[in-house]
């Protein structure tokens, strides 16, 4: 690789470039898919959105957030609204602007709390369904690369 670094001028982009490439490499070796400035981490088991949540935080990730449809796949997503209710809001923080609730959702469904945020078709896009936390789900890590 630093052939290209010959007066070492881009040394630092080189570094850079590596470490980059180090941690491709091990996220590849977990088991982690880059797309498009994120690497995902696909669960094979399922569990409850708090340990979902607390899995992905080990693994120095968080929950995914939904920015684009391909991201869209059955599993818990970093969405809830169990520090105020009705106000979802992402695991980062950040509000819910763009939304993709199936119909009728999130509807408390029989009065049940459900605060936490599953993708419950994978070919529709508005398909999010509001569900009680505790229930057991598959779930997606993701964590963004700022370069
Ligand atoms: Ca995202
Ligand atoms: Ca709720
Ligand atoms: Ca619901």
């Known amino acids: 690789m630093f052939q290209f670094c010959i007066f070492c001028l881009c040394c630092q982009t080189m570094e850079l470039l590596s470490y980059f490439l180090n941690s491709t490499d091990n996220y590849i070796?977990?088991?982690?898919?880059?797309?498009?400035?994120?690497?995902?981490?696909?669960?094979?088991?399922?569990?409850?959105?708090?340990?979902?949540?607390?899995?992905?935080?080990?693994?120095?990730?968080?929950?995914?957030?939904?920015?684009?449809?391909?991201?869209?796949?059955?599993?818990?997503?970093?969405?809830?609204?169990?520090?105020?209710?009705?106000?979802?809001?992402w695991v980062d923080g950040t509000p819910l602007t763009k939304s993709y609730w199936g119909s009728g959702e999130p509807n408390d469904y029989e009065g049940k709390t459900e605060d936490c945020v599953e993708i419950k078709f994978h070919d529709e896009?508005?398909?999010?369904?509001?569900?009680?936390?505790?229930?057991?789900?598959?779930?997606?890590?993701?964590?963004?690369?700022?370069?």
């Open 29 to 89: 070796q977990q088991r982690w898919v880059y797309f498009k400035h994120s690497f995902y981490y696909i669960s094979s088991t399922t569990k409850s959105w708090p340990n979902s949540r607390n899995d992905c935080l080990q693994r120095g990730a968080d929950l995914v957030i939904i920015n684009s449809k391909e991201e869209q796949v059955i599993s818990w997503i970093g969405l809830t609204d169990r520090e105020t209710k009705g106000e979802w809001k």
């Open 125 to 147: 896009e508005n398909s999010w369904n509001d569900i009680p936390c505790g229930d057991q789900n598959f779930w997606i890590c993701e964590k963004t690369v700022a370069l």
